[in-house]
């Protein structure tokens, strides 16, 4: 079988191809070469390879290293030399060509913002990794990330969870349904530990910044042993350009593998190289051919697809077809069925649109049954009020000449019904009901955070529809505690307290989302004793992000408890 030759004395078996690898070293120390050089041995082993390129630099694959000849057969998507563009709500369906089609290709993301980076690669991601779970998919495939830290960062910010929740997927399981990784970055202390500490093997190139070799500790810590240590973390700031650590424990044999080489030759154009002064850049002058037929056409319809399906773009549609219906004159009927006609043919809304135009309208007519009600109750009240104040007050004495205070006005306590109706009849909003049955189902009181989750109310709604119940006489607050009070039972008394005892973790087990109910399991069975986070990630399957967050949401559902740092326990109440 053929070996991967990456070093002077180093190969690697074939089996790499499903191995997660970190690439590490500082900028301009030959990591983006060693690269180059694993995808050229893959591909002319015949294995399916997949290269993210953040930068743009990556073209020169196509090309033999001396530019004159052509190199492999790689399709590039996007970027300035892609063969066809790519769209960055298009990771889904190349996805879907990449599984289906068994086909090599560069994804060349250098024309994309950073937002757009992590639209593209969160569907790419997750859908390449749900695809490959099919048996008929399970085929060999290397998945390249260069600048990883961009894909799987140590601090994702807003709308990045996502993306690296699909890498650490990827990563930790990918290998099983055939997804190899190699991680490539020149920062490795902003690559994710989670993600890092997962790779089978280490290759490390010349580092210096101190954070960055801290951040190969967490690596060193799970798989090394100290010696191996001190002999990788001496020579590393001063390795030539081109040398590299390979270090591998247990694999691909027992003994594994802890070798230092010079990186081979690359056979493909470097296109990645720094420009020199005064000397003038080399432009291939033969690129390898590719069958691009059939991928243009999937792509087209891809990028057509994204444009239909992407809001700010229909909305964008609409509002031009507005514009030109507005700047034309009345027209005659036999002209305005042709403006009909062009309309209908243009306008283009899919189900998932049509949904949430129907979600909008049915909240917007929530909305206007609640202040209708409100304002009949309104009316109702300010009838009842004034009602009193028109009947005469009894004429003062003559003699005493002073005024007799008015009687005063008793309020009526409200009136309620058994459907949930409020005090003069009309219905309780729903918005309203689902605060209140919350409040009911927990006699003890709710914090306003409890709501929110409980509820999937955003804090200003929730907040809005407790003030409605507290003007109702519903709910009191104290503090930031929520409880409804004997009218608010009464106005709602289909809903109950929860059951007890073993009929309340039937409950929650069969309520809760496939994350909570897991983590709740793993919990019950354990009680009376506390789990370690971090067993509880090893017995769910999930990473820490994902694990605590889970968490939160189960503390303020009073689902757990936390006896001490660290540890969590299924809620004593759970089992009353």
């Not at 070469?33 to 290269?51: C, N």
Request: positive net charge.
């Amino acid at each position: 079988m053929k070996k991967l030759e990456l070093g002077k004395d180093l190969t690697l078996p074939l089996e790499a191809v499903t191995q997660t690898i970190a690439i590490l070293a500082k900028r301009r120390a030959g990591k983006s070469y060693l690269m180059r050089r694993l995808v050229e041995q893959l591909f002319g082993a015949g294995q399916q390879v997949v290269l993210i390129d953040p930068k743009g630099d990556q073209w020169g694959v196509r090309s033999a290293a001396d530019g004159k000849a052509p190199g492999l057969p790689i399709v590039i998507l996007g970027g300035e030399r892609g063969d066809v563009p790519l769209e960055s709500s298009s990771g889904e369906v190349v996805a879907k060509l990449v599984v289906e089609e068994r086909v090599s290709v560069l994804l060349d993301l250098s024309t994309f913002r950073k937002h757009e980076v992590a639209t593209f690669m969160t569907a790419f991601m997750e859908n390449l990794y749900r695809l490959k779970a099919r048996e008929v998919y399970r085929t060999p495939m290397m998945l390249v990330i260069d600048e990883a830290d961009a894909v799987a960062p140590q601090k994702p910010q807003k709308g990045e969870e996502r993306m690296l929740g699909a890498a650490e997927d990827i990563v930790r399981r990918g290998g099983q349904r055939g997804i190899g990784c190699v991680l490539v970055t020149q920062r490795s202390a902003v690559l994710n530990k989670n993600v890092l500490t997962q790779a089978q093997m280490l290759v490390a190139l010349r580092t210096i910044a101190p954070q960055d070799l801290a951040a190969m500790n967490a690596w060193i810590d799970v798989h090394g042993t100290p010696e191996q240590r001190k002999t990788l973390m001496e020579s590393l700031p001063s390795l030539p350009v081109g040398d590299a650590w390979f270090w591998s424990p247990g694999w691909p044999t027992a003994d594994g593998i802890f070798k230092r080489t010079h990186v081979l030759p690359i056979e493909t154009f470097d296109s990645g190289k720094s420009p020199e002064p005064g000397v003038k850049p080399v432009e291939p002058k033969n690129l390898a051919d590719v069958d691009l037929d059939a991928l243009k056409g999937q792509m087209a319809a891809t990028i057509e697809k994204a444009k239909a399906d992407d809001p700010k773009l229909l909305r964008a549609r609409i509002r031009e077809l507005e514009g030109q219906v507005n700047v034309k004159k009345a027209p005659a009927a036999s002209a305005a069925e042709k403006i009909i006609e062009k309309v209908v043919e243009v306008q283009v809304l899919k189900d998932a649109q049509l949904r949430r135009a129907e979600g909008l309208l049915a909240r917007l007519q929530e909305h206007g049954e609640r202040f209708l009600a409100e304002a009949a109750a309104l009316r109702q009240s300010i009838a009842a009020a004034a009602a009193p104040q028109r009947r005469a007050a009894p004429a003062p004495a003559p003699v005493q000449r002073r005024s007799i205070p008015a009687p005063a006005v008793a309020r009526a306590a409200p009136a309620h019904r058994a459907n949930g109706s409020g005090a003069h009849g009309e219905p309780l909003p729903k918005g309203e009901r689902r605060i209140l049955a919350a409040c009911i189902q927990f006699p003890a009181g709710l914090r306003r955070e409890q709501l929110t989750v409980l509820t999937t109310f955003k804090r200003s709604t929730r907040d809005r529809y407790i003030l409605y119940l507290k003007e109702k006489g519903y709910v009191d607050q104290v503090g930031e505690v929520v409880n409804a009070t004997d009218a608010g039972r009464a106005a709602l008394p289909d809903a109950e307290p929860l059951p007890t005892g073993e009929a309340l973790r039937d409950y929650w087990l069969a309520r809760l989302p496939e994350g909570e109910r897991k983590i709740l399991e793993a919990l019950i069975a354990a009680y009376p004793k506390a789990i370690q986070r971090d067993d509880l990630s090893e017995a769910t399957g999930y990473q820490r992000s994902t694990r605590d967050r889970y968490l939160l949401y189960m503390r303020n559902k009073q689902l757990i408890e936390e006896p001490s740092r660290g540890e969590v326990r299924a809620s004593e109440g759970l089992f009353e």
